[in-house]
């Protein structure tokens, strides 16, 4: 079903209006945390007392998978900083990574390449695609850090292990066989990744009733193709 389109300054208002008396299985999908609260203010003006699926897009994929065996299997941050961090410091010891071995001190290196691992992660990028990828915004680390994303990404294939874009596609597996009765997504000027789209299209496309508010800021409004 095609999402119904709504510009207006209320559209939040307005979509909030019919989403507080829609009955069945409903999701609110927020552009952030911030204006996942602004959404249930907004809510709790129609009646809607008690939180009603309204959730970031990552907070609904991790919803989604809360009985799934990837649960078990997630990366915490914690864990997915560290497992670069220890990618870095072996292709260092390989003097694989000497173009870039001047950030490795500071420990920026490890930041940068956790920064672009999760970039292209979330746009699904394959790890023999990713020097050609970087090449234009990382001219001088591409190969590098192409060696860090093909190194991250067979230890998740080796491992079995989930990250957040994993995450994300599984979700979209599931959203595909999960109805709702009503699907609200509140698109901002922040532009989804590939894997967002997906699973945004796999949920909207599944319900019986879809909305898509699409807002650049107070008062503005602006096109979002979903």
């Not at 879809?210 to 650049?216: F, K, M, Y």
Request: proline fraction near 6%.
């Amino acid at each position: 079903m095609h999402p119904i389109q709504l510009f207006p300054e209320a559209a939040v208002g307005r979509g909030a209006e019919r989403y507080a008396g829609a009955t069945g299985e409903r999701v609110w999908i927020s552009p952030s945390a911030w204006s996942k609260q602004e959404t249930l203010r907004s809510l709790a003006v129609h009646g809607a007392l008690l939180e009603p699926g309204v959730r970031t897009l990552a907070q609904f994929a991790t919803s989604l998978l809360v009985n799934h065996a990837a649960a078990a299997r997630r990366l915490t941050p914690p864990q997915q900083a560290d497992l670069i961090e220890r990618i870095v410091a072996d292709g260092l010891k390989r003097d694989v990574l000497d173009p870039v071995r001047p950030l490795a001190a500071s420990g920026a290196l490890a930041r940068l390449a956790r920064r672009v691992v999760n970039q292209l992660r979330a746009d699904g990028v394959a790890p023999k695609l990713a020097r050609s990828r970087l090449a234009a915004e990382q001219p001088t680390a591409s190969a590098s850090l192409a060696w860090i994303y093909w190194r991250y990404c067979e230890a998740l294939d080796k491992h079995a292990l989930c990250d957040d874009a994993s995450v994300v596609w599984l979700a979209v597996d599931v959203a595909a066989e999960r109805p709702h009765a009503f699907a609200v997504l509140h698109a901002t000027l922040r532009p989804y990744t590939s894997t967002e789209l997906a699973l945004a299209r796999a949920t909207l496309g599944r319900a019986e009733q879809a909305v898509l508010i699409a807002t650049a800021g107070p008062g503005e409004a602006a096109a979002a193709e979903v």
